[in-house]
């Protein structure tokens, strides 16, 4: 499994989390890549301490663009699997080994770490994420626990199935999107339970935001 799987992290002003995720993250895996997005902190500076890959944007481009930066690497590095998480801390590495096995031992195509406990979110992302989760499935009628969920892993194979456009505003919209394509196109979707901790940095969506979103996975299901 080592040799076939990327586990890329992205980071953004993390200088605070960075260390400890990569000390917990290197003690499993041995193929790491850092995007970082310009950040302007000692994040990078850390990351160098470390026996990963590191790739700093030169612009803060978006999360979306990040995980394009991911994809890429691992497709020339000759990756079959690639898995994605944050670099602030809220995901458990043993989480991310779940995800990675379970693609690795069944082939699969798309495999995503669903927040368990909801609990643990604050009230605006877990009425969000419940929200978004009964749209989607009124919409692609599959039911899918946590379509925003940033702990991903796919097969480098079904690019073509899954490839998101989403950039700019809509940066933040691209696990959704990599959702809804995999929905659409008839991707196998495997769901994994994890523990999700609470980021400090990130509070959620706004609800603009939130409806700007359900209507693009409105139109991803149309076009």
């Known amino acids: 499994m080592q040799n076939k799987i990327l586990i890329v992290i992205f980071t953004y ?20 890549l850092v995007v970082d997005n310009n950040s302007t902190d000692k994040t990078t ?22 995980m394009k930066t991911g994809l890429n690497f691992a497709e020339l590095n000759h990756f079959q699997y690639v898995a994605f998480m944050d670099g602030d801390g809220q995901h458990k590495v043993n989480d991310l080994e779940k995800i990675c096995k379970k693609i ?27 929200i ?22 796919f097969n480098i194979f079904e690019k073509k199935k899954i490839y998101w456009e989403s950039a700019g505003m809509r940066h933040y919209f691209a696990d959704a999107e990599i959702t809804c394509n995999a929905v659409k196109n008839g991707c196998k979707i495997e769901q994994v339970p994890i523990e999700t901790l ?3 940095k990130y509070k959620g969506m706004n609800i603009l935001q939130g409806l700007y979103l359900m209507l ?3 139109i991803w299901r149309i076009f």
């Open 13 to 32: 002003n993390e200088e605070d989390k960075i260390s400890l995720v990569l000390r917990n993250v290197c003690q499993h895996f041995k193929n790491i």
């Open 45 to 66: 500076e850390i990351v160098k301490k470390f026996s990963v890959y590191c790739i700093k944007h030169k612009y803060n481009l978006g999360k979306s663009n990040s």
């Open 104 to 130: 690795y031992n069944d082939n699969g195509q798309l495999v995503i770490g669903y927040r368990e406990n909801l609990n643990n979110l604050n009230f605006k992302k877990k009425i969000g994420t419940i």
């Open 132 to 153: 978004l989760s009964k749209f989607f499935y009124l919409l692609y009628k599959k039911k899918i626990f946590d379509i925003q969920s940033g702990l991903r892993a």
């Open 198 to 200: 609470s980021s400090e």
């Open 216 to 218: 693009m996975i409105f």
